[in-house]
């Protein structure tokens, strides 16, 4: 899973991923206008939801992640809906850990945000059908770059761990076409109904 337990990581790799985490969430609470607040508390919900539910897939377990989704609606207010639903996840059901809050945050945060930017200029632009690929592929990046993360840290706090990370990377592929999936026809939807959720133009994104 994309949770890393309390113990498992080194100081050095948790205090940069601590700090790194920190870092997006500041920005994110920095840009959390009122009008955001609705928003990100509905997504935090999805998130906490989503990413409870965790599935068994060979000697691991996977669970939806919503990076490159939430990456695309929120930016780097996506820190802050994230940084709730893993609080209120390791507080309630044990997920994860507490010292290991801010890694996880930018495990599970950052790669969606950053790839998110990346193609946002394009959602809107052309065909739907694009546009929807384009929120695909990202959302299915961003699983695959968050499984690398958990990994590589895991591999440098305790190197004995290492033959199990190529593992866990082939349980994430299944993930990541799910949320492909999921991501490209929730950004069909809204660009029918809701277009500027997603930083699209209402004018924009139906023309052949």
Excluded: C
Aim: hydrophobic share 60%; no cysteine; glycine share 12%.
């Amino acid at each position: 899973m994309a949770h890393i337990p309390d113990g498992v990581l080194s100081l050095p790799v948790l205090a940069v991923g601590t700090l790194a985490g920190a870092g997006g969430l500041w920005l994110g609470v920095r840009q959390l206008g009122d009008r955001d607040i609705p928003r990100t508390a509905l997504l935090a919900a999805v998130f906490f939801i989503a990413s409870s539910l965790a599935f068994p897939l060979g000697p691991t377990s996977v669970h939806l992640l919503l990076g490159g989704l939430m990456g695309l609606m929120l930016g780097w207010k996506a820190f802050a809906a994230i940084f709730v639903g893993l609080l209120l996840q390791a507080l309630l059901f044990g997920f994860g850990g507490l010292t290991v809050l801010g890694v996880d945050l930018l495990n599970m945060a950052l790669p969606g945000v950053l790839l998110a930017m990346a193609v946002r200029p394009f959602i809107g632009v052309g065909h739907p059908a694009r546009s929807a690929a384009l929120a695909g592929l990202a959302a299915a990046l961003s699983v695959l770059v968050t499984a690398s993360l958990v990994g590589m840290e895991i591999a440098v706090s305790e190197p004995a761990f290492a033959p199990a990370i190529g593992v866990m990377a082939v349980a994430y592929l299944p993930l990541s076409a799910i949320e492909a999936l999921v991501t490209a026809f929730v950004t069909l939807y809204l660009l029918k109904v809701k277009p500027e959720m997603i930083g699209a133009s209402p004018l924009i994104g139906t023309s052949p």
